[in-house]
């Protein structure tokens, strides 16, 4: 079972930076994408961004384009969301997830067969 342990959320000041981390199980290799999705009170789930194990291939939705960048280190297990610029908007508790018996790196929950537990990140304006 891939295990996933998200990190790094708390709170900031509209226009500030915040950089989430992913702590993958070494199951991790047999996964082809990480993701992040983004969940706000009294809302669905929405995806964030996400990036392929091998090529780094990246995808972003639209509203975090030009101000979140997703990384990988492989050799650690390990996947980033770096987000600058934040809105309150933003504010959400933030999952990473991993996908696995398909090969898929895109926006639909239903892609990922592994969750994390979440980390808060909140936005004040």
């Known amino acids: 079972q891939v295990q996933l342990v998200e990190s790094g959320g708390g709170l900031v000041q509209a226009g500030g930076s915040l950089r989430l981390s992913c702590a993958a199980s070494r199951r991790t290799f047999s996964s082809y994408a990480m993701g992040w999705f983004r969940q706000a009170p009294g809302k669905e789930r929405e995806f964030v961004a996400s990036?392929?194990?091998?090529?780094?291939?990246?995808v972003y939705a639209d509203s975090v384009k030009g101000r979140f960048t997703i990384s990988r280190e492989s050799a650690k297990n390990t996947v980033y969301l770096q987000m600058n610029s934040l809105k309150p908007e933003d504010t959400a508790v933030y999952y990473c997830?991993?996908?696995?018996?398909?090969?898929?790196?895109?926006?639909?929950?239903?892609?990922?067969?592994?969750w994390g537990q979440g980390t808060q990140v909140t936005v004040s304006s």
């Open positions: 997830a991993a996908s696995g018996g398909t090969i898929y790196s895109g926006p639909r929950a239903q892609g990922y067969d592994y």
């Open positions: 990036i392929t194990w091998r090529s780094g291939s990246t």
